[in-house]
């Protein structure tokens, strides 16, 4: 027999997800909650098809969350951890956090009931509280009594990650209650559009707790069989990035290619995930290469830059070459990114404000810069237009450097969401009693 859970089916930016309330989940133990996180997706497959569940057979909709009310004195109004999903493995990461699916934390916990609409919102240029500030509603969720239809108010909602630890603030429309998803701001990789959804971040730098350079090396070079030293940086913002410029490794038209033939290019593939794997031995995520291939899948991310060139979306639209600052390919878990994982998007825009880094380099054409130094304040908001497979992305990010150490104290990026259906997730019973099929001595 099958258990059902409630859950909801979110499209969060260019990624769909799983959400669940963390009160429906509080009866199972944590293997359990894997289990019914897996069941949810259809993960494992091995066709790569998740044709048993809600997942897309890629790593971008292969994603689920758990979100509850914030506890007194964490600086914000929900939390929620966030799952990535193997598709053909039962393995569920909550290693790292997405920038797509947090779009969707702060609808769906006001269609929830976990945050009251219909507070003033926040002033314009106002930070989001300090921790150790009350919330703004403390308490558990509840069900609010709805503005009328002819009063919508937009409600300020502070969410924080729990695998990262990092607060962003999102503006939520509201409409009778319930979250507005009806706008006319479009983004690249999502058909249509909705309503523009902010989502400020402050200090997202650190996720592993080592700072916006985990290694404290701006650029640093790696040895690889066949080209010899090839620099990179690493770069910690939302989550860890690895980049590496298309042209050190002899394929400068890839950074401007379509996912389908950089997944062809087996040598290309094999390359980066060697880059991907020494890196997070060098960010301490890992023990050795090898135990980063089998099990940091997901942290750090690899990705390919190049400098602007004209390129067409996998829409077939055509971008210019003065629309974008840098070209990004992102690999995820073994197969490119068919648009750009937020939080890798955020480390992009924040290598791009570090002068010397390899993401600086190749958007001003130099090579072997100097960081900057500064004794100041953070320098002004800076926008970073990132070209990807489906179109360009743009955050502002602030950068400084006060005593040779980078430092990000705040990017923002604009995103969209949508709830796409709610009810219950059916879970079979064998799943729960650690029986499922695909667990070592399972005669099922």
């Not at 080209?227 to 050190?248: C, E, R, Y």
């Not at 009810?423 to 099929?437: C, I, K, M, S």
Request: hydrophobic share 40%; aromatic share 4%.
């Amino acid at each position: 027999m099958d258990r059902g859970v409630p859950a909801s089916f979110w499209r969060g930016g260019t990624s769909r997800a799983v959400l669940f309330r963390e009160d429906d989940l509080s009866e199972f133990g944590p293997e359990q909650v894997d289990a019914i996180i897996l069941a949810a997706l259809g993960s494992p497959d091995p066709d790569g098809r998740q044709i048993d569940g809600l997942g897309g057979g890629i790593s971008s909709l292969s994603k689920a969350a758990i979100v509850g009310p914030a506890p007194f004195g964490s600086g914000a109004d929900v939390v929620f951890r966030f799952a990535q999903v193997e598709v053909a493995a039962p393995r569920v990461d909550f290693a790292g956090n997405c920038g797509n699916i947090s779009a969707a934390i702060a609808p769906f916990a006001v269609n929830e009931g976990l945050v009251a609409p219909g507070e003033s919102p926040r002033a314009p240029g106002e930070s989001p509280r300090a921790p150790g500030e009350s919330p703004r509603h403390p308490g558990e969720g509840r069900d609010p009594a709805p503005p009328s239809a002819a009063d919508p108010v937009e409600v300020e909602v502070v969410v924080l990650n729990l695998n990262t630890g990092q607060r962003f603030a999102t503006r939520v429309p509201v409409s009778a209650g319930r979250y507005e998803p009806a706008g006319d701001f479009a983004i690249g990789g999502v058909p249509g559009t909705g309503t523009r959804l902010r989502l400020e971040y402050l200090d997202p730098d650190g996720s592993i707790g080592r700072g916006a350079l985990p290694t404290g090396a701006l650029r640093e070079q790696m040895e690889l069989p066949g080209l010899g030293a090839v620099p990179i940086s690493i770069v910690d913002v939302g989550n860890p990035a690895v980049f590496v410029a298309a042209g050190a490794l002899g394929v400068p038209e890839a950074a401007g290619a379509a996912p389908v033939t950089l997944d062809a290019d087996e040598v290309l593939q094999s390359r980066l995930e060697e880059i991907r794997c020494e890196a997070a031995v060098r960010i301490g995520v890992a023990d050795s290469a090898g135990a980063a291939r089998l099990h940091h899948r997901t942290v750090p991310k690899v990705a390919l830059v190049g400098e602007p060139r004209a390129y067409r979306t996998t829409s077939g639209e055509e971008v210019s070459a003065g629309g974008v600052d840098v070209l990004v390919r992102l690999v995820s878990m073994g197969r490119t990114h068919r648009t750009l994982a937020m939080t890798a998007a955020m480390a992009c825009a924040a290598a791009v404000a570090m002068d010397g880094s390899v993401v600086a380099e190749v958007v001003t054409g130099s090579t072997g810069a100097q960081p900057a130094q500064s004794s100041g304040g953070p320098t002004p908001a800076r926008e970073v237009r990132l070209g990807h497979p489906a179109g360009v992305l743009a955050l502002n990010v602030t950068a400084e450097c006060p005593s040779g150490t980078w430092r990000v104290p705040s990017l923002t990026m604009d995103r969209t969401a949508r709830e796409i259906m709610r009810g219950t997730v059916q879970v079979p019973q064998a799943y729960l009693d650690g029986e499922a099929w695909f667990l070592p001595g399972s005669s099922r």
